[in-house]
């Protein structure tokens, strides 16, 4: 069976690695002439299903449990499994007290607790919830280790305008392009995001810092390197990050730790992330025609339950191509 992905974003790639695995011959085709510029590689790489439940659906969790063995399984030593921290400033602590709420799979913990996670808070924060099952890694390491191994599995990869070294002919064709697939229905939401470097702070997990108005996650990389994110605006403008955001992002990176104040600015990035009414995800099939769309602020967390649904929808029980049509 030979299948055409379109779109080399973290959905084009765990739909590519399970075709793969399912015995497809698989070529994958993407507009950029290398795998950054797209709104995967902005993402902050959160496996934060119980922590994402504050303003998502409950299928947000159902379905993203599933991604934090699913990328363990497929990039191992890629997942990092310290879980996630939520904290608030102490004029703030009535968002902690509503994010509490709306969430389960956390434990509350106190300024000591606080401190035995992350030395270097210490003394900074009262209290904060603590999701301790959760997970996170580094999207683009991910990204470029998993099309290798998929390089591996001998899937092609075609990158550029030119892509044009297709298969002439394809029995299923996969469209994962996000915001540039243009379906009904789905608009941009448009996320800015800072890669700092500051040397003098360590953290082990993902930090969430709540504010009434700009709440803010700040996730540990490599080397003293810290993603800070992200805005959500109801845009699907790909200019660069506006000033405001710039320090509003800066601000709260401050306010979690003032050694960010000496840090470097890295990279100033934006993403755009499809997203449609519900904000949760489709998978739709007409023909020899399916897309996975819709992945909103979820990639990392929702793509590895889209691509298994997806793959299923392809191949019939017995991994032979199943030719009835579906929506």
């Known amino acids: 069976m030979k299948a055409l992905v379109k779109g080399a974003g973290v959905a084009g790639l765990t739909l590519a690695f399970e075709l793969a695995s399912r015995g497809a011959d698989v070529t994958v085709i993407e507009k950029r002439h290398r795998l950054a510029g797209s709104a995967s590689w902005a993402a902050g790489g959160m496996l934060a299903p119980w922590f994402e439940r504050e303003s998502a659906e409950e299928a947000v969790v159902t379905l993203g449990r599933l991604a934090l063995d ?45 401190a035995a996670l992350e030395p270097d808070l210490a003394g900074r924060f009262r209290r904060g919830l603590f999701f301790a099952e959760e997970a996170h ?13 998929l390089v591996g599995m001998g899937v092609r990869f075609e990158f550029g305008y030119g892509a044009v070294r297709v298969p002439e002919t394809v029995d299923i064709e996969a469209d994962c392009t996000g915001i540039a697939a243009g379906v009904p229905g789905l608009r941009g939401v448009r996320g800015e995001m800072l890669l700092l470097h500051a040397p003098d702070v360590s953290l082990a997990r993902p930090v969430r810092l709540l504010h009434p108005r700009f709440p803010v996650y700040v996730v540990p990389r490599a080397d003293h390197l810290f993603m800070v994110g992200a805005t959500m605006i109801e845009s699907d403008a790909n200019e660069p990050v506006t000033a405001r955001s710039m320090m509003e992002l800066l601000g709260a990176a401050y306010a979690l730790h003032p050694a960010f104040g000496e840090a470097e600015i890295v990279e100033a990035g934006v993403g755009v992330r499809p997203a449609f009414a519900d904000n949760l995800p489709r998978v739709s099939r007409e023909a020899n025609r399916v897309s996975i769309n819709g992945l909103y602020r979820h990639g990392f967390l929702l793509a590895p339950a889209m691509a298994r649904q997806a793959a299923d929808l392809i191949f019939n029980s017995q991994g032979e191509l199943a030719h009835a049509a579906h929506h």
């Open 70 to 114: 699913w990328w363990d399984t497929v990039l191992p030593g890629h997942v990092v499994r310290t879980g996630t921290l939520v904290m608030a400033p102490a004029r703030d602590a009535g968002e902690l007290d509503r994010f509490a709420r709306r969430t389960t799979g956390y434990s509350t913990i106190g300024e000591e607790a606080v």
């Open 137 to 149: 890694l580094d999207p683009r390491r991910a990204l470029a280790t998993l099309r290798d191994r």
